[in-house]
């Protein structure tokens, strides 16, 4: 486990306050809080850039982010740190006619997302986020959700918006009052819908304990369903895990693939014998490409057909 928190009560109960517990800004009354050695934490708070006016009228978009990279990376000089800002810029849908704008002829929006680069600029392996979604624009919103899906680490959010925690979350913390939060395996849509089954099932034994008699059939009936649904929904969430995790091989072999096809049409030279060696390679790294589509293409059929059924 990546870090342990068995707290017992917060004073101000609240989503924010838990994170700021999380990432150790704020104390907790009583219990610990243990973080691995190996752990490097990136908070996306609601506070917005911490740079003064003189700061952000002295840097440019390109200097801050290069500003920010140095101070994460462990090697590397310059040159490094200014391809690792550049490739940043682009990834998260910033306009290359802005990179050298300065930090305060930026909109709000903008630095919004300039504060995200600095988050991300660290590599971190836990990432904290509170309403990462509010005043992005749909580009950049788009940018951060393909980056969370290939995240390789942890991630913690808070979100009032449910299509973003649907698309980015896997696991639900249900904060339930006096200090208890539960634990939940699925999305917020999932959620959703267990809750309207509880309540289902709250008024059938209502119907029950009064003596209804012919409801004990429809009662059976409604619990069957209830397990069916609850199979296909797992089933779906797998499914929609394997596409993801086949989506992040698939680009890593064909990243490979083209890096041996362009030895190959560098080694004409190099003698039969490297060349057979390389085009072994490369029919190999195709090989699994083609097994990772069809893997991938039989996930999204079984996605798309538990998406037509009512769970």
Same mark, same amino acid.
């Given at each position: 486990?990546?870090?342990s928190i068995p707290f017992q009560i917060i004073t101000v109960v609240g989503k924010t306050t838990f994170l700021k517990v999380l990432s150790g800004e704020l104390p907790f009354n009583s219990g610990t809080r243990e973080v691995g050695d190996t752990i490097v934490m990136g908070v996306y708070d609601q506070l917005g850039l911490?740079?003064?006016?003189?700061?952000?009228?002295?840097?440019?978009?390109?200097?801050?982010?290069?500003?920010?990279?140095?101070?994460?990376?462990?090697? *590397? *000089?310059?040159?490094?740190?200014?391809?690792?800002?550049?490739?940043?810029?682009?990834?998260?849908?910033?306009?290359?006619?802005?990179?050298?704008?300065?930090?305060?002829?930026?909109?709000?929006?903008?630095?919004?997302?300039?504060?995200?680069?600095?988050?991300? $600029?660290?590599?971190?392996?836990?990432?904290?986020?509170?309403?990462? $979604?509010?005043?992005?624009?749909?580009?950049?919103?788009?940018?951060?959700?393909?980056?969370?899906?290939?995240?390789?680490?942890?991630?913690?959010?808070? $979100? =009032?918006?449910?299509?973003?925690?649907?698309?980015? $979350?896997? =696991?639900?913390?249900?904060?339930?009052?006096?200090?208890?939060?539960?634990?939940?395996?699925?999305?917020?849509?999932?959620?959703?819908?267990?809750?309207?089954?509880?309540?289902?099932?709250?008024?059938?034994?209502?119907?029950?304990?009064?003596?209804? *008699?012919?409801?004990?059939?429809?009662?059976?009936?409604?619990?069957?369903?209830?397990?069916?649904?609850?199979?296909?929904?797992?089933?779906?969430?797998?499914?929609?895990?394997?596409?993801?995790?086949?989506?992040?091989?698939?680009?890593?072999?064909?990243?490979?693939?083209?890096?041996l096809q362009k030895e190959i049409e560098g080694s004409s030279e190099a003698g039969w014998t490297v060349l057979a060696d390389l085009t072994e390679k490369l029919n190999g790294v195709n090989d699994e490409i083609e097994e990772k589509e069809m893997l991938w293409l039989e996930a999204a059929e079984e996605v798309e057909q538990?998406?037509?059924?009512?769970?």
């Open positions: 486990m990546l870090i911490r740079l003064d006016e003189q700061e952000q009228k002295e840097l440019t978009v390109l200097d801050f982010v290069i500003q920010k990279v140095q101070a994460s990376q462990k090697e *590397g *000089g310059e040159l490094m740190a200014q391809d690792e800002a550049r490739r940043l810029l682009q990834q998260f849908e910033f306009p290359k006619r802005r990179w050298i704008e300065r930090v305060s002829m930026l909109s709000g929006g903008e630095k919004r997302r300039l504060q995200l680069l600095e988050v991300i $600029s660290k590599r971190p392996n836990f990432l904290i986020m509170d309403e990462p $979604s509010c005043d992005m624009d749909l580009n950049t919103l788009a940018a951060l959700e393909e980056y969370l899906n290939a995240f390789n680490g942890v991630v913690i959010t808070v $979100s =009032h918006d449910r299509s973003f925690a649907d698309r980015c $979350s896997d =696991h639900l913390f249900v904060f339930q009052g006096d200090g208890v939060i539960k634990d939940f395996p699925g999305t917020l849509s999932e959620y959703a819908s267990v809750l309207v089954g509880l309540e289902n099932d709250k008024i059938l034994q209502q119907q029950s304990e009064n003596g209804d *008699g012919s409801l004990q059939e429809e009662k059976i009936d409604y619990k069957e369903a209830k397990a069916k649904r609850n199979e296909q929904r797992n089933t779906l969430r797998r499914a929609k895990k394997d596409m993801a995790n086949l989506e992040n091989a698939m680009e890593k072999l064909k990243a490979k693939a083209t890096k538990l998406n037509e059924v009512d769970l």
